[in-house]
């Protein structure tokens, strides 16, 4: 039968990045991916990267994470295509303003003292399409920014295998054989596998995985959309990823177009991860003049544009912050899953460390226990 120190189930960033640190300490490593490597949300995710949370804990590790990347393609030898362009926040309750008011206090005693207040006024001059009308204050880390998750899961991927991990693609895991509450093997659809440690890295299926092990996991699948325009000159490839806090609407530069998406509050947990064209309408509809255009608004709405397909390819229409007439052409629409917890590569590193001791000759605390690689949840 086939075996392993450690199996890694899931090859998402999570996995790989874990793969990546438990194989350079020279663990022997086996990572099963029943699609392909990021394949999944980290192959849907919009890139961004922020140190700019409201607990301390997912502060620290960012910082760390950021550190990371910027060494990346040093430490692992592939670019992660990382741009510090920044993080905004647009603050447009009271409530929010005072809330970020705290964390501001937190986020400089940690040491992320980059991060400051930007008023209304020079919002507008640092994003000029962005509609200060209402704005209260923004918060902006000039360090957060936006990576590649494909860049980064392909370099740890590659850097893992260098170091002899296993990384298999097309494999399930269907079972978690414990016996006396310690872990003594996974079945996967390839056959079985003995190993004494499984990380579970299976992002929003994790709670299945858990299942399989006997814990019940608390992470459930929430559907995310995203939409990537055609060219936009009107934004500027420096410009920072500029996130409207009280609808969840954000956008960044993506290529020569814009990379926008939200979150849909309404939405219960659940795997449908086909596109949702209404919700797609509302987003565009109800949030657009914030971001996209200003001035003397044209009522947006999404049409079929040009190009046929099975799938209409909507585009936006509105007037241009200087007052010209737009059509923006919607490039790619994707909606994927994004389990409850966030989950940080930088993770992976810690906890390698910290179940390393177990491999060493002392018992994980809870052997039965199947590693998890969620945080807490935070907003956007
Ligand atoms: C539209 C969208 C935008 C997002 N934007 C951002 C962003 O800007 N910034 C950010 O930090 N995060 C963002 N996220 C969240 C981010 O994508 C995820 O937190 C991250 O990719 C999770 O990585 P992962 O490796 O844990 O999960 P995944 O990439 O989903 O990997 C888990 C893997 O486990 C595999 N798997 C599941 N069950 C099994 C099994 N039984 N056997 C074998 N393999 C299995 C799956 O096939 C999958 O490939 C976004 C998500 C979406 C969908």
């Not at 400051?116 to 923004?138: F, K, Q, S, T, Y």
Request: proline share 5%.
């Amino acid at each position: 039968m086939e075996s392993a120190d450690v199996v890694i189930v899931g090859g998402g960033i999570m996995g790989c990045a874990l793969a990546y640190q438990l194989s350079k300490r020279n663990v022997d490593v086996l990572l099963l991916e029943r699609e392909t490597l990021g394949s999944q949300s980290t192959g849907k995710c919009a890139g961004g990267v922020r140190q700019q949370f409201s607990s301390e804990g997912n502060v620290r590790l960012q910082r760390r994470s950021v550190a990371m990347l910027e060494h990346f393609e040093e430490e692992v030898g592939h670019p992660a295509d990382f741009r510090q362009i920044g993080y905004l926040f647009v603050l447009t309750q009271p409530q929010h303003v005072e809330d970020f008011g705290h964390n501001m206090e937190m986020w400089h005693r940690v040491g992320l003292t980059e991060a400051r207040w930007v008023d209304a006024a020079e919002a507008a001059r640092m994003v000029p399409i962005l509609n200060v009308e209402d704005v209260l204050g923004c918060t902006f880390c000039p360090s957060d920014g936006i990576a590649s998750p494909a860049d980064v899961t392909s370099g740890y991927a590659a850097a893992a295998r260098r170091h002899r991990a296993r990384l298999k693609e097309g494999v399930a895991v269907t079972g978690i054989d414990v016996a006396s509450g310690r872990v003594q093997g996974v079945r996967t659809t390839a056959g079985d596998i003995a190993t004494r440690l499984v990380f579970r890295c299976a992002g929003a299926w994790s709670a299945s995985i858990g299942r399989m092990a006997g814990l019940e996991i608390p992470v459930l699948p929430y559907r995310r959309h995203i939409a990537v325009t055609g060219t936009f000159p009107a934004l500027h490839r420096d410009n920072p990823m500029t996130v409207d806090f009280q609808t969840s609407l954000y956008f960044h530069p993506e290529g020569d177009g814009v990379l926008i998406g939200m979150s849909d509050r309404e939405e219960p947990p659940g795997f449908i991860s086909d596109v949702n064209w209404d919700f797609l309408e509302k987003m565009f509809h109800s949030r657009a003049g914030r971001f996209l255009v200003r001035g003397r608004l044209q009522r947006p709405r999404l049409h079929a544009g040009a190009g046929g397909g099975s799938v209409p390819r909507p585009a936006l229409a509105g007037s241009h912050v200087g007052g010209r007439h737009l059509v923006i052409r919607v490039r790619a629409v994707r909606a994927g899953l994004a389990g409850q917890g966030k989950k940080r590569h930088l993770v992976s590193s810690a906890r390698s460390s910290l179940h390393l001791r177990g491999l060493g000759g002392r018992a994980p605390s809870h052997p039965a226990e199947s590693c998890d690689s969620a945080g807490p949840r935070e907003r956007r």
